[in-house]
């Protein structure tokens, strides 16, 4: 009973744009869905970003999210962490080669620093990100 009623949230949500994950029965921090050129630049503009490229049909796209939640709490006010549907938004990623999903992106100052493609452990992001934080 509670968990389709989590599953009617999760949809009514997801139709909106507002995507979470539960986590442990806690919320995690909501990301950001990037859905332009314009919101894209603007989100790499300053500082270190990790934007998750992905499509929401995707089953390791799928894994990947709440690993992507989870870093974004863990690295709250440090790392902008978003998410981008290259369904929707196939400008960008054809213009960055993207070309197998999920891939994950993560830059400097506008500029890209790395690159990892497939499925990624928390740890591996995360140790990523510190290095780059450094």
């Not at 950001?32 to 995707?58: A, C, H, Q, V």
């Not at 506008?110 to 591996?124: A, M, N, W």
């Amino acid at each position: 009973m509670i968990f389709e009623s989590l599953q009617k949230i999760e949809r009514s949500l997801w139709a909106r744009g507002t995507r979470f994950i539960i986590i442990g029965g806690v919320n995690a921090l909501e990301v950001k869905e990037i859905k332009s050129r314009e919101e894209f630049e603007k989100g790499i503009e300053n500082g270190i970003t990790l934007i998750d490229f992905s499509t929401p049909w995707y089953a390791s796209c799928r894994l990947q999210e709440p690993i992507i939640h989870q870093l974004a709490a863990q690295f709250e006010g440090k790392v902008f962490i978003a998410t981008m549907n290259i369904a929707e938004s196939n400008e960008v990623a054809l213009n960055l080669g993207i070309h197998s999903i999920p891939t994950l992106i993560i830059f400097k100052n506008s500029k890209e620093i790395q690159r990892l493609v497939g499925l990624q452990s928390e740890d591996t992001l995360s140790e990523t990100l510190k290095k780059f934080l450094k």
